[in-house]
């Protein structure tokens, strides 16, 4: 019982990890793209 709830809690633990890893990546994509853009965009129009 005490193995099963270890091991258990263990994936609990690594799945939120890399989910909040996808979730941290994702959002730092996003604003890196929407940086660039906005960089670009002030270039051009100067």
Do not use: D, E, P, W
């Not at 994509?29 to 940086?35: A, H, I, V």
């Amino acid at each position: 019982m005490h193995i099963r709830y270890f091991v258990f809690n263990l994936g609990s633990c690594a799945f939120r990890q890399i989910t909040t890893t996808a979730l941290y990546r994702s959002i730092a994509y996003t604003l890196k793209t929407f940086t660039l853009n906005i960089f670009f965009i002030k270039n051009t129009k100067n």
